[in-house]
């Protein structure tokens, strides 16, 4: 199943569909603390970016990723990128599950 396009935002970032635009600014951003990603493998320079977004991709045309670029509103920057993953599509609407909100 294809999975359409969104944009989300929020006061301080907005996620936008991961596209190979974003390779080369997803490397800047990860090579500016290599710290913060001790634990989590982030791909570190340019052939690795690439891959990992190849396969987000992959993963959205296959319908089972949304994976975005994570920009920082201020100043337009790509800070990073995430994605929701596993989707599962249901075969019918009616099903709807919600937990007590107050």
């Known amino acids: 199943m ?7 935002q929020s006061r301080y970032v907005r996620l936008e569909p991961l596209e190979f635009s974003h390779v080369d ?15 989590s ?21 296959a319908g089972t990723a949304m994976p975005f670029a994570i920009i920082r509103r ?6 990073g990128s995430t994605r929701f993953w596993n989707i599962a ?8 599950y919600c937990s007590r909100c107050l």
Do not use: F, M, N
Request: proline fraction near 5%.
């Open 2 to 8: 294809k999975i359409e396009d969104v944009v989300l």
């Open 25 to 39: 600014e997803l490397v800047t951003a990860s090579a500016v603390d290599p710290s913060l990603y001790r634990w």
């Open 41 to 61: 493998p982030i791909p570190q320079g340019t052939d690795e970016a690439l891959k990992c977004v190849e396969t987000a991709l992959a993963w959205k045309e």
């Open 74 to 79: 201020e100043d337009e920057v790509v800070i």
């Open 89 to 96: 599509h249901w075969s019918s609407i009616a099903r709807t």
